[in-house]
T-cell receptor
Framework: NAGVTQTPKFRVLKTGQSMTLLCAQDMNHEYMYWYRQDPGMGLRLIHYSVGEGTTAKGEVPDGYNVSRLKKQNFLLGLESAAPSQTSVYFC?????????FGPGTRLTVT | AQSVTQLDSHVSVSEGTPVLLRCNYS??????LFWYVQHPNKGLQLLLK??????LVKGINGFEAEFKKSETSFHLTKPSAHMSDAAEYFCVVSDQDRDDKIIFGKGTRLHILP
């Protein structure tokens, strides 16, 4: 089992560009999550999904969109990147009582 | 409303001495509490969890934590620190009935001195 994988691992964007981060899990989990991690802030929940075809907003959803077309995949999109979105993004699957995290995507917006 | 406070942003201990990482929480519901560890440039790994069973929870790598409702605390301890314990540790509270109520503390970086 690969667990939770994230693509890409690193990316640099210019302000206004768009991109999609891909998260994949092979543990047949219903729940998937996207977080961002900023220095001294811990992890903050962006969006989450409780099953295929469903998504919901977390604590900091503005500027991001998500889709869960397949159970194993959870996509995070930035339509028009801003420097404030420079961060490390983590995907997780599982449930609130136990989550499995991917290795992270380091995104820099210049 | 839920919140979690990690009382120390950095903790330094000598190898072989005890580790104490402090966490206080507030929750209006029946909380679940967790400790996660993050080694440099890695994802997060679950160390241990409390979900309303035994109040003393044992985790991986010799760590344990005690849920104290009267003190609203969930401190993480280890009797003897090892160099490989150097990492960032996150205390997390979630509401068992709310999918979106997952609150991370700001983290405590643990330094191990040789």
């Amino acid at each position: 089992n690969a667990g939770v994988t994230q693509t890409p691992k690193f990316r640099v964007l210019k302000t206004g560009q768009s991109m999609t981060l891909l998260c994949a899990q092979d543990m047949n989990h219903e729940y998937m999550y996207w977080y961002r991690q900023d220095p001294g802030m811990g992890l903050r929940l962006i969006h989450y999904s409780v099953g295929e075809g469903t998504t919901a907003k977390g604590e900091v959803p503005d500027g991001y969109n998500v889709s869960r077309l397949k159970k194993q995949n959870f996509l995070l999109g930035l339509e028009s990147a801003a420097p404030s979105q420079t961060s490390v993004y983590f995907c997780a699957s599982g449930h609130t009582y136990e989550q499995y995290f991917g290795p992270g995507t380091r995104l820099t917006v210049t | 409303a839920q919140s979690v406070t990690q009382l120390d942003s950095h903790v330094s201990v000598s190898e072989g001495t005890p580790v104490l990482l402090r966490c206080n929480y507030s929750s209006s519901y029946s909380p679940s509490l967790f400790w996660y560890v993050q080694h440099p440039n890695k994802g997060l790994q679950l160390l241990l969890k409390y979900t309303s069973a035994a109040t003393l929870v044992k985790g991986i790598n010799g760590f344990e934590a005690e849920f104290k409702k009267s003190e609203t605390s969930f401190h993480l301890t280890k009797p003897s620190a090892h160099m490989s314990d150097a990492a960032e540790y996150f205390c997390v509270v979630s509401d068992q009935d709310r999918d979106d109520k997952i609150i991370f503390g700001k983290g405590t970086r643990l330094h191990i001195l040789p």
